[in-house]
């Protein structure tokens, strides 16, 4: 069942609340700033907040300036903030299945996000059988944190991909949650949303790794895995 949500407050109350779980935020760009206030929230309680990032949209910025408004000071608050950006989805892949739950334990974190958990899959180099492979393991690993009473909140903006029939995995990638909610509100100018020069960040970070061709070379399988970024 999915519910259409306005304010941030419900989710971050759910995760509270409720049981560990796998919450679902898809919608509008603003899912990503609705999720990063919640996070702001966690922060403020003294709760650590690990955040996986494969859309490059996570903004400190934005989240000191809530901390600023509140008078809070913004240097104490992100030291309990843990961010590791993904730029191929084999980096989602060992970011999340190899040491994840080790790292959260060791910096006493309950609260995980994931933005863009399928935003990498618009590769032609990731094959169908990779990213079959990848999601199972991902899915055994939010049951692994689940266990370890650890609640995940996945967010996403609406999936475009030049590679179309990749996304099917949207339906995929809901199933992997517990529960599901929709947000309908924008922001059009707002620095999450925005890089240099007016472009989003989404279409800056796609061109950036099309410029550096470090992608452009990876295997057509996946690579050995290694220690996870978050070590």
Avoid: W
Avoid at 10 to 19: G, H, P, V
Avoid at 122 to 130: E, K, L, N, P
Avoid at 133 to 145: K, S
Avoid at 168 to 182: E, H, L, M, P, S
């Amino acid at each position: 069942m999915e519910t259409v949500i306005q304010s941030y407050k419900t989710i971050q109350l759910a995760m509270e609340t409720s049981q560990p779980a796998v919450h679902f935020l898809h919608g509008s760009y603003g899912a990503y700033h609705t999720a990063m206030l919640a996070a702001a929230d966690f922060l403020r309680k003294e709760q650590p907040v690990v955040i996986i990032d494969a859309a490059n949209t996570t903004d400190p910025f934005f989240l000191a300036t809530i901390f600023k408004s509140g008078g809070l000071e913004p240097e104490a608050l992100l030291q309990r903030g843990y961010v590791s950006r993904c730029y191929t989805f084999y980096q989602v892949d060992v970011t999340i299945t190899d040491g994840l739950a080790e790292f959260m334990r060791s910096v006493h974190a309950c609260t995980l996000l994931v933005f863009g958990l399928l935003d990498l899959i618009d590769d032609d180099q990731v094959s169908a059988a990779d990213i079959h492979d990848i999601l199972d393991r991902i899915r055994q690993t939010f049951v692994q944190l689940k266990a370890e009473g650890i609640s995940t909140l996945l967010v996403s903006a609406p999936l475009r991909f030049q590679l179309k029939e990749r996304e099917i995995y949207f339906n995929a990638f809901k199933g992997i949650a517990d529960v599901t909610y929709r947000i309908d509100t924008d922001y059009s100018r707002t620095s999450a949303r925005r890089g240099r020069n007016g472009k989003t960040d989404r279409n800056s970070n796609t061109a950036d790794r099309q410029r550096a061709g470090a992608v452009g070379k990876l295997p057509t399988r996946a690579p050995k895995r290694t220690a996870g970024a978050l070590r």
